[in-house]
C-alpha cells in the first residue's frame, strides 16, 4: 500500500499480501524489514477482512419483499 493516496482494492491487496509472504518465505530480508513486512501484511489481512465482511452484509441486505420479488436495500460501508 506504501505512501499511495488512493485506496487499495481487495485483490490488489491479496496481491500484496503474497508478495510480502514470498519475500518474507526467501529468507533474505533482515529482522527488522521482516518486522516492517509483517507489520504491513497485518494491516493488508485486516483490511481485506473488512472488505470481505462488508461484501457478505450486502450480499444479506438482499431480501425478499412481501411479493416475493428481490429486493436490495442500499448499505453504506462503515468509514475506516
Do not use: H, N, W
Amino acid at each position: 500500500m506504501g505512501q499511495k493516496s488512493e485506496k487499495p482494492t481487495l485483490e490488489s491487496a491479496m496481491q500484496r499480501i503474497t508478495a510480502i509472504v514470498s519475500e518474507m518465505e526467501a529468507g533474505d530480508l533482515p529482522l527488522e524489514t521482516l518486522i516492517v513486512r509483517y507489520e504491513e501484511g497485518v494491516g493488508l489481512v485486516k483490511f481485506c477482512q473488512e472488505k470481505l465482511t462488508a461484501a457478505e452484509q450486502k450480499i444479506q441486505i438482499i431480501s425478499r419483499d412481501a411479493t416475493g420479488a428481490a429486493a436490495l436495500t442500499d448499505f453504506e460501508e462503515p468509514d475506516a
